[in-house]
Structures are given as C-alpha cells and as structure tokens.
C-alpha cells in the first residue's frame, strides 16, 4: 500500500495541491480534504476508509501533538510557504519550486559547509571512496 505524494512530468516534481487543503488566510489544514488529495494523488481511492488502521494513526498523531516538521520535507514547507505568501504578499501565484530556486541561489556553498548536513556526507563520501559526492576545489 504504497501512498504517493509527489508525481513527474517532463522531469519536474508535480506535488501534492496543497491549496486543495490549507486554508491560505491562516494556514489550517482540513484533514479529511488532504487525506482525499492524498488518495487522488496515489490512485487509491477510499484506501483510509477501507484501512482503519491508517485512520487510527492518523488520528493518534493529531491527538498526541506530534512535531508536524517530522512528517513534512522542505518541499512541503516551501509549498506551504508560496500559499501563504499569497495571501500576505501579493495575489499573485508563487510557487514553491520557485521558492526553492531562488533559496537555492541565495545559499553559499561556504555556508553549506558548516552545516552537520556537509560533515555526514562528506564523512559518508570519505568511507566510500568509489563514489564521490565533493569535487575538491583548492
């Protein structure tokens, strides 16, 4: 039972419509529209009614006040981000990939290397020498 979140087309991340569920003047999320969204996305229609189980864990994480950045990736927060510059910012569309794009530019390689990210992968690239995920620049 496989759940899909993120599709392609002609090599470009097509992500979950997350206007389709969050609410853009606070940010709300209507739970039973996503899980729908969710559905069309995966082609599984009625895979939460027909997996209780699924809706069960659902439930206990909305009960227990999980940390919701465990569930999400920066895709999702810079998509979730566009909706809700939409409604501070301007009326126009932004999406999140171009928020990434423009993140992406406005990060220094430097910065990157101070990071604990850059210390386990360059760690994991020095024990696995076959690859090599750094091109030393001196």
Known sequence: MRLIFRTFKKGKPNFLDYSKFI????LD?????MLQ??????????IFNKNPDLKT???QICENNYELTDFCNGH?????????????ISNKNIAGTDIE??????????DFKKTE????LKNWDTKNLEFNLFIDTK
């Not at 999320?29 to 529209?33: A, L, M």
């Not at 992406?104 to 430097?110: H, V």
Request: glycine share 0%; charged share 30%.
């Open 76 to 88: 999702d927060m810079l998509n979730i981000l566009a909706i809700s510059f939409k409604k501070t």
């Open 101 to 110: 794009s423009n993140f992406n530019m406005a990060y220094r390689y430097d």
């Open 117 to 120: 990210l850059y210390n386990s």
């Open 57 to 59: 864990k659902l439930t």
């Open 23 to 26: 609410d853009n003047k606070n």
């Open 29 to 33: 999320i209507d739970t039973k529209r």
């Open 37 to 46: 969204v969710i559905e069309n996305k995966s082609s599984k229609h009625n």
